[in-house]
């Protein structure tokens, strides 16, 4: 992947507010690449600043939570989630109904 495309991914992410979640293929959709979800997980997995670029928003489609979070594992993007006020079923998956942002 190209640093453009990883550029647009973070342009993407940095549009969710907080309290809201989006997944991969809808930051795939929202960039122009809607094959591209799992390449999106990449170039969050390798996202450079953290803290201006919330990649703990992106979520899996059914709510679920990566478990390879890059920083900190997902015990880690399950606490920011909650500091944001994120609900969560009693599945442990983001109440999407509530919470989801949708960028298309």
């Given at each position: 992947?190209?640093?453009?495309?990883?550029?647009?991914v973070y342009?993407?992410?940095?549009l969710?507010?907080?309290?809201?979640?989006?997944?991969y293929?809808?930051?795939?959709?929202?960039?122009?690449?809607?094959?591209?979800?799992?390449?999106?997980?990449?170039?969050?997995?390798k996202?450079?600043?953290?803290?201006?670029?919330?990649?703990?928003?992106?979520?899996?489609?059914?709510?679920?939570?990566?478990?390879?979070?890059?920083?900190?594992?997902?015990?880690r993007?399950?606490?920011?989630?909650?500091?944001?006020?994120?609900?969560?079923?009693?599945?442990?998956?983001?109440?999407?109904?509530?919470?989801?942002?949708?960028?298309?």
């Amino acid at each position: 992947m190209n640093k453009n495309f990883f550029q647009k991914v973070y342009e993407a992410v940095k549009l969710i507010p907080k309290g809201y979640v989006t997944t991969y293929g809808q930051i795939a959709k929202f960039i122009g690449y809607p094959l591209y979800s799992r390449q999106v997980g990449w170039a969050l997995h390798k996202n450079p600043t953290p803290i201006k670029i919330p990649c703990h928003r992106v979520v899996f489609a059914d709510g679920s939570l990566s478990t390879a979070f890059a920083f900190g594992g997902a015990n880690r993007q399950f606490e920011l989630l909650k500091s944001e006020n994120v609900e969560f079923l009693s599945n442990g998956k983001v109440n999407m109904k509530k919470h989801l942002y949708k960028l298309i």
